[in-house]
């Protein structure tokens, strides 16, 4: 199922594999059979699909390979435990029937949801991004990734009906053929077709699609749909465009890793910046994450003074990476702005744990992992967009990207977004494609194009209709693009995450009574 997200966006084939995985679920007699399926599919798609994070732990953390291959694992595995519940979730829900396939997709959005929750979250790899692409992304403006990753589960809840209205109708029909042999042969096809008995969860299932032939045309008429809207809202023009845009600059710098942290590369980085910069007469120049790395404080008064004089003579504002803050206090991964508008900071409020801030209990770990500056302070939860270039631009750092009930908080308000990231700790791995993919479903919930600055790549404006213009990995160059601020309001600015979570939720509580109701009536 990895092949669905990007760099391959093979978008048919997560509600395909999804399909698949439903039927095990609806075929499943007890619990832990659900939940053993849910886990083995997690366990092999999370391991495929976030492998960088050994790649981070070990190449990039110092950590011994042995140790990096076990915290890897441990940690695919907990993923996974999420795919578990969710099986055993819609089992427990639906003991029996064809309502198990139709609250499989709501406890799927529940659990992909419930990833955002644990040690700060991680929604990496949330099914609705492997549709960015499809026509099923128009329901990013109206209920955001989530409510994609619904409607796609719904999809493959509906390919499964379909597959088991084909099997079902084939082994009905050669059942039928088997009653006029002779009973020993008969008796043997019937083990090999392998009938369900009446105790059997799937046997309902068998009886409805052998029953109700227009539950297929029904089934295909709700993919069908789904799409049409989809399209439709991808059509719509939420937003509106502001003022006549600008030009911009987005600096890759391509610092490797084992540079950007060394006492005697720190002048070399600065020098590169400096000229990067100096290169360029956009409006607005963005740089990546860190790409100063060390605080603000410790930066040579007259490096300042360059930046600030070169922003001056062409009438430009500079986003810098950069730590603020002291070691003392607290210090915070932040965004600095320099130039002819007046001087503001984004501080980052949403922390990786382990790489940004160690979880309580777990500070035996810096023993193990070599990651400077681990410490961070959060910065404040409401954080006002930065008035620079003529726009108001909504700044996030890294995996913040992911957050969008996060970032819309800025928003109507922001005409711009902002992301500045260093995917050089995950090397040339699937890490920096899926990132992007997550900032393409962004700028379709929001409706607002995105400047993402990167130390690697993928450095790359993203439209507000989910397309991009990039520049290529792991060189060394500016990415010159003309941005349009954009105004106004989409759904999901509006309402976030909430909407879909909520009715999911009651929805399930609604099925789990009324099922409960049923059975001690029966």
């Not at 997690?42 to 070990?58: E, K, M, N, R």
């Not at 079902?168 to 096809?189: D, F, I, N, V, W």
């Not at 309580?360 to 810096?366: A, C, D, K, P, S």
């Not at 213009?469 to 941005?483: D, N, R, S, T």
Request: hydrophobic share 50%; charged share 10%.
């Amino acid at each position: 199922m990895v092949g669905a997200f990007a760099p391959l966006d093979w978008w048919p084939l997560a509600p395909i594999c999804i399909a698949i995985l439903f039927i095990h679920w609806q075929e499943a007699i007890h619990l832990r059979s659900a939940f053993l399926s849910g886990f083995a599919f997690g366990l092999g798609f999370f391991l495929t699909g976030v492998s960088w994070v050994y790649i981070s732990l070990h190449t990039y953390g110092s950590m011994p390979a042995g140790l990096a291959v076990l915290a890897t694992l441990a940690f695919c595995s907990g993923l996974a435990l999420f795919v578990g519940a969710t099986g055993a979730i819609t089992a427990l829900v639906a003991p029996r029937g064809l309502v198990r396939l139709c609250v499989a997709p709501f406890v799927w959005l529940l659990l992909d949801w419930a990833r955002t929750l644990p040690l700060n979250g991680f929604p990496w790899l949330a099914l609705g991004y492997s549709q960015v692409d499809s026509p099923l992304a128009g329901f990013a403006p109206l209920g955001g990734v989530y409510a994609v990753g619904l409607v796609s589960a719904i999809c493959a809840s509906c390919l499964a009906y379909l597959a088991l209205a084909v099997r079902t109708r084939y082994r009905l029909r050669m059942h039928g053929a088997a009653t006029s042999m002779p009973k020993a042969e008969h008796a043997t096809q019937q083990r090999t077709l392998r009938i369900p008995d009446a105790g059997h969860p799937a046997q309902p299932v068998a009886q409805a699609v052998g029953l109700l032939p227009r539950g297929s045309a029904c089934a295909a008429l709700l993919i069908g749909g789904l799409c049409l809207i989809g399209v439709w809202s991808h059509q719509h023009a939420w937003t509106t465009p502001v003022g006549t845009g600008l030009d911009v600059a987005l600096v890759q710098g391509n610092v490797p890793l084992e540079f950007k942290f060394s006492r005697g590369r720190y002048e070399q980085t600065l020098e590169r910046y400096a000229q990067l910069i100096e290169s360029t007469h956009a409006r607005l120049v963005v740089l990546p994450e860190t790409a100063i790395p060390t605080l603000q404080s410790a930066v040579d008064s007259r490096y300042w003074a360059r930046l600030r004089a070169h922003a001056v003579r062409t009438n430009a504002d500079l986003l810098v990476g950069i730590v603020t803050g002291d070691f003392a206090a607290g210090y915070f991964n932040a965004v600095v702005s320099i130039g002819v508008s007046p001087e503001q900071v984004y501080r980052k409020r949403h922390l990786v744990p382990f790489g940004e801030y160690i979880p309580l209990g777990f500070q035996w770990i810096l023993s193990i992992l070599h990651i400077p500056m681990s410490s961070f302070t959060a910065g404040p939860a409401a954080a006002a967009p930065l008035a620079v270039a003529g726009e108001q631009v909504g700044l996030n750092i890294c995996y913040e990207e992911a957050f969008g009930s996060e970032i819309i908080a800025a928003l109507p308000r922001a005409t711009l977004l902002a992301n500045v990231s260093n995917m050089a700790w995950f090397g040339n791995s699937l890490a920096p494609a899926q990132h992007l993919e997550m900032a393409r479903m962004l700028a379709l919930e929001t409706g607002r194009d995105i400047l993402r600055a990167t130390n690697t790549g993928a450095t790359a404006i993203v439209r507000r209709d989910g397309s991009t213009q990039a520049l290529p990995g792991f060189v060394e160059g500016i990415l010159l693009v003309h941005a349009q601020g954009y105004e106004g309001s989409t759904p999901y600015v509006m309402g976030g995450d909430r909407p879909c979570v909520l009715f999911s939720a009651l929805l399930l509580l609604a099925i789990g009574i009324a099922t409960r109701v049923r059975a001690r009536k029966a």
